[in-house]
Structure formats: structure tokens, C-alpha cells
């Protein structure tokens, strides 16, 4: 993080709140399943295949693998050798979750989780850049990194560089929270807000690669 300037700060605060209420909407609908959080639904594939529920290990499995496959296009998009990548990437994110309002819309439930999974997997490549990455729902790394920040104030270090992983992890759950109200609201049309989102970054980013 301290590598990362003051504007891809900024982004990775708000991608978090992103992925933070597009995770929250796939939970609420998929009955406990993440689209995003990839380490809670390990759990939970561990728990299906320790108590026998094979259904529920499958859902992990193909869930785990589209998420992945987001990652790889979302990889090869962020190539160093794409310009424009974080606004190509967020397109991506806001067209697949544009696509996959309108297959929730039109009762296509299945291949609409399938296209906001791999919406997210392509999510959490935007910030790749030579090696340098922000974990946008990995909040356990940042709440360590925060612990270690507070233990280096003590010490006589940096008095303000715990409140960077603070703000991230602040932001993860005021998305989360956003998608709860909105699933409330609005069901799995709520998915259009995150769509709206997701393509605003790309307009206001558009000048940061």
C-alpha cells in the first residue's frame, strides 16, 4: 500500500465498496454462497465435503472456477502492455454485471450468478501493476496489516498508516451493507446499481493509467 499512490488509493477504497455489495447481493440470493470472498466459500467447501453435502461442495467448486476464470481475463486485459487497462477491466465488471441483471430479470438465475462471479474474479485484478496488488474482500491480510501498523505507531513509526487498511476494510462493509438495503428494495435488481457503479469508475479513472 505504501508503494500506491494517492489516486489508486482512492480506487482501492472504492472497489472494495464495490465487490463489498455485489458479494452482498449473491450471499442474500445464493442462500450463503460469496461471488467475491473466495476464503469463506473454501470453508465452506470444506464443511460440504467433511459432512457428506456433495451438492453444496459442487456449487463451491464451479463457483471457485468462475471465479478464476474472472481473474485470468481480467489478467490478460490488465496486461502491462494494454493501455487503458483499469477502464477496460471496470467496463468489463460493469457490462457483465449489466448482463447479468438482465438474466435475473428474465429468470436465467443460474448463468446470472455464473456472469457476476466472474465479474468479481476480473474485479480483483484492476489493481495489478508490477507485482503490486490490494486484496479488495481479502479483509483478514488487511486487518493483520493494520495490527501491524498500530504495533509500529507504538513503537515510533508511521501514527497514520493503520487507518489505510482501517478505510478499506470501512469500506468493504459500507458496500455490503448498501447491498443488503438494496436486495431488500429492489431483489437482484439491484445488480443495475452495481453496474452504475462499477462503469462511473471507469469514466472517472479514466486518465489514471
Known sequence: MTRLDRRSLAFAIALPMLAGYVDSLGFLDLGGYFV??????????????????????????????????????????????SEKRRVLILSLVAGLLAVSGVLYATHHVR?????????????????????????????????????????????????????????????????ATLGAVAHRAFDMNALWFGSAFAAALAFVFRKGD
Open 36 to 81: 467475491s470472498f473466495m476464503s469463506g466459500n473454501s470453508t465452506r467447501l470444506g464443511i460440504g465435503l467433511g459432512s457428506g453435502d456433495w451438492e453444496s461442495a459442487v456449487t463451491v467448486l464451479v463457483i471457485v472456477f468462475l471465479f478464476v476464470f474472472g481473474v485470468v481475463v481480467g489478467s490478460l486485459i490488465a496486461s502491462p502492455r
Open 111 to 175: 448463468l446470472g450468478t455464473a456472469a457476476m462471479v466472474i465479474a468479481m474474479g476480473a474485479e480483483n485484478t484492476v489493481l495489478r501493476r508490477d507485482g503490486i496488488g490490494v486484496g479488495l474482500t481479502y479483509m483478514t491480510g488487511n486487518l493483520v496489516k493494520m495490527g501491524h501498523a498500530i504495533a509500529d505507531s507504538i513503537q515510533g513509526g508511521s501514527k497514520k498508516e493503520w487507518l489505510r487498511f482501517l478505510v478499506l476494510w470501512v469500506g468493504l462493509i459500507t458496500g
